[in-house]
């Protein structure tokens, strides 16, 4: 078995677990956006931050601060998403200093100090100690603190949303039959069709990176409109935001299915159907008929699944690694000749 083979291998099987992941990203993108996770999240964070267990001044006080128009403002509509970590150390001082409109160190020494024990004034009061005396030090602080717990939030986000991509893309694997046993299985005694899928994958990634090119241009020439950060980081139409999601969905799926790669409930080989009326669709018909061992079936859709967790980008980047070794090294023999 040569290098080129099992380079070959890989890179049919990186695409299978691209296209895969890209689905399940955006299942989860659609889910995410009906259920306004994100925004949920950003409201619970800023609770922990600024709230104190239920106490009536801390509770308060995280009400206000994202209440805000800073904050709360940042969307167009519904909750915000994404704060600038300025916005909500604006929001922080105004809301702790009332109706003073521009904050003096004096001012800011005397609202923490009325403020009731807890540990919002705990946490201020040592990043007012440790500014030395200097506000914008101290604004400066505040702005890593609450960018500290958007790290930590996004931790848990990308922790949740790899579980989440698993058992989306285990889904995916068993409805479209995406199993990495069978895949391996037919592309190593099956030289045309690996053919096929490398060149499918080749064509695929240069695709993406000639919209990508595209896209960068577009922007280069688009003259800038002078748009604020909190009006980029604003949640755009909820509906056509899902109607493009959805279409998005229908496509990734469509270009999966038509690819070359063995995956699908095809059965029509081993019976006495034409060729030309194969398919991989999913059908009763040939879930039913479709010959293979239940076991090694799920392991198979198991490996697919994990792969999916990893995500779109860890797939293409290898892919394109995968594609520039193989490229470097030998041309592979024309398949049609190894069969014939």
Same mark, same amino acid.
């Given at each position: 078995?040569?290098?080129?083979?099992?380079?070959?291998?890989?890179?049919?099987?990186g695409f299978?677990?691209?296209?895969?992941s890209?689905?399940?990203?955006?299942?989860?993108?659609?889910v995410v956006?009906?259920?306004?996770?994100?925004?949920?999240?950003?409201?619970?964070?800023?609770?922990?931050?600024?709230?104190?267990?239920?106490?009536?001044?801390?509770?308060?006080l995280?009400?206000?601060?994202?209440?805000?128009?800073?904050?709360a403002?940042?969307?167009?509509?519904?909750?915000?998403?994404?704060?600038?970590?300025?916005?909500?150390?604006?929001?922080?001082?105004?809301?702790v200093?009332?109706?003073?409109?521009?904050?003096?160190?004096?001012?800011?020494?005397t609202?923490?100090?009325?403020?009731p024990? =807890?540990?919002?004034?705990?946490?201020?009061?040592?990043? %007012?100690?440790?500014? #030395?005396?200097? +506000? *914008?030090? &101290?604004?400066?602080?505040?702005?890593?603190?609450?960018?500290?717990?958007?790290?930590?939030?996004? =931790?848990?986000?990308?922790?949740?949303?790899?579980?989440? %991509?698993?058992?989306? #893309?285990?889904? +995916? *694997?068993? &409805?479209?039959n995406?199993?990495?046993?069978?895949?391996?299985?037919?592309?190593?005694?099956?030289?045309?069709?690996?053919?096929?899928?490398?060149k499918?994958?080749?064509?695929?990634?240069?695709?993406?990176? *000639?919209?990508?090119?595209?896209?960068?241009?577009?922007?280069?020439?688009?003259?800038a409109?002078?748009?604020?950060?909190?009006?980029?980081?604003?949640?755009?139409?909820?509906v056509?935001?899902?109607?493009?999601?959805?279409?998005?969905?229908?496509?990734?799926?469509?270009?999966?299915?038509?690819?070359?790669?063995?995956?699908?409930?095809?059965?029509?080989?081993?019976t006495?159907k034409?060729?030309?009326?194969?398919?991989?669709?999913?059908?009763?018909?040939?879930?039913?008929?479709?010959?293979?061992?239940i076991?090694?079936?799920?392991?198979?859709?198991?490996?697919t699944?994990?792969?999916?967790?990893?995500?779109?980008?860890?797939?293409?980047d290898?892919?394109n690694?995968?594609?520039n070794?193989?490229?470097?090294?030998p041309k592979?023999?024309?398949?049609?000749?190894?069969?014939?």
């Open positions: 078995m040569s290098l080129t083979t099992l380079l070959g291998v890989a890179i049919s099987l299978a677990y691209l296209l895969l890209t689905i399940a990203s955006t299942v989860n993108e659609l956006g009906i259920t306004k996770t994100r925004a949920k999240d950003l409201r619970g964070a800023i609770e922990a931050l600024v709230g104190d267990g239920g106490q009536s001044f801390a509770t308060s995280a009400d206000r601060v994202y209440d805000h128009a800073l904050v403002g940042t969307a167009k509509s519904g909750l915000p998403a994404y704060v600038p970590s300025r916005n909500f150390t604006v929001a922080l001082l105004d809301t200093l009332g109706a003073q409109q521009q904050p003096t160190l004096t001012g800011v020494q609202a923490i100090a009325t403020m024990p =807890g540990p919002v004034r705990q946490a201020l009061t040592s990043l %007012l100690d440790n500014a #030395g005396g200097d +506000l *914008a030090v &101290f604004k400066t602080s505040i702005d890593r603190w609450y960018d500290d717990a958007m790290d930590r939030l996004g =931790g848990a986000y990308k922790r949740r949303a790899q579980w989440t %991509l698993f058992a989306i #893309g285990l889904l +995916l *694997a068993a &409805f479209l995406v199993d990495t046993v069978r895949m391996v299985r037919v592309l190593m005694r099956d030289p045309v069709q690996l053919e096929a899928s490398v499918a994958a080749t064509a695929y990634m240069e695709s993406v990176a *000639a919209a990508a090119d595209k896209a960068r241009q577009q922007a280069a020439d688009t003259p409109t002078g748009t604020t950060q909190t009006e980029t980081a604003a949640t755009p139409d909820t056509a935001q899902l109607k493009d999601i959805h279409q998005r969905l229908l496509d990734e799926i469509g270009t999966l299915t038509a690819s070359p790669l063995p995956i699908g409930w095809e059965t029509c080989v081993e006495a034409p060729k030309v009326d194969c398919t991989k669709a999913v059908t009763l018909e040939n879930v039913r008929h479709f010959r293979t061992p076991l090694p079936m799920i392991a198979g859709w198991l490996l699944a994990i792969a999916v967790s990893f995500g779109g980008p860890f797939w293409f290898l892919i690694q995968f594609i070794l193989r490229s470097s090294g592979p023999d024309d398949p049609r000749r190894q069969t014939s």
